[in-house]
């Protein structure tokens, strides 16, 4: 376990929990390359997990779900129970329909399942970072109040909110256009050569989509390899607006 001090405003404090020492690793470079959110800890336990939230107060856990001494999602009530309001994102390779609800019961604000690409964990921070901001900065003065801060918090972020920093309305316009237009599913490397981006680019717009609620994702097994992912177009057209400065 590790771990470090201080504070810079509207950082937000990250603690990585990990049974694999290599996948831990990963997890933190990924998170470390996203603006504003910053690894104070890595855990390989439950036991080590529980005395680094104790220490370090983290706001955001990122936990594994298959522990050594523990089973992740019953760390969370124990949390709760000691009196620790940080928040929860699952990262895990547990398919199950039972364990994801038995997430959503217990309050996660997202389930990632391994393996993913750092495009996928960005879309997923960045959502999460957004959510937040929301949250902290709601003011209650009536029902209506209410029902936006819960929107936000149970709910994809909101397809009128603005688009992520260092994305583009144009971009994004053209990505949802090849996206709505295909017939069946189209994947990062065709929506790159439709639209004339990187497949990068385009994987983080169609990753965009999927977050909001206006794409699903299937996954296609070839041969070898990961398998790949495609995208189908739901739902009503994204109402995008650039990033506030």
């Known amino acids: 376990m590790s771990g470090t001090s201080g504070m810079s405003p509207g950082t937000i404090d990250v603690l990585v929990v990990d049974d694999d020492f290599m996948v831990a690793r990963v997890h933190r470079t990924f998170v470390e390359r996203v603006e504003r959110f910053r690894v104070v800890g890595v ?7 529980t005395r680094a939230i104790d220490e370090l107060r983290p706001d955001l856990v990122l936990l594994d779900l298959y522990l050594p001494d523990v089973f992740g999602l019953d760390l969370i009530p124990r949390l709760r ?17 039972d364990t994801v609800r038995g997430a959503v019961r217990n309050g996660v604000v997202d389930y990632l399942l391994k393996p993913f690409e750092f495009e996928d964990l960005r879309a997923r921070l960045e959502r999460y970072a957004q959510q937040r901001g929301r949250l902290l900065a709601a003011v209650v003065r009536g029902q209506a109040d209410v029902d936006r801060v819960l929107a936000g918090a149970i709910g994809p972020a909101s ?3 603005a688009l992520p920093k ?3 309305v ?5 990505v949802e256009r090849a996206l709505r237009g295909t017939e069946g599913t189209l994947s990062a490397a065709e929506c790159a050569t439709s639209v004339g981006v990187s497949r990068v680019s385009a994987r983080r717009y169609l990753e965009y989509f999927h977050t909001i609620g206006s794409a699903e994702v299937s ?16 739902g009503q057209p994204a109402r995008l607006r650039p990033a506030q400065p």
Do not use: K, N, W
């Open 43 to 49: 855990a390989h336990t439950g036991e080590q997990a």
């Open 81 to 97: 129970a000691a009196g620790h309001d940080c928040d929860v994102m699952v990262i895990s390779a547990a398919r199950e329909a």
């Open 159 to 161: 397809t009128a909110g």
């Open 166 to 168: 260092g994305m583009s």
């Open 170 to 174: 144009e971009t994004a316009e053209l």
């Open 219 to 234: 996954l296609r097994y070839g041969v070898t390899g990961r398998p790949e992912r495609r995208y189908r177009f739901r």
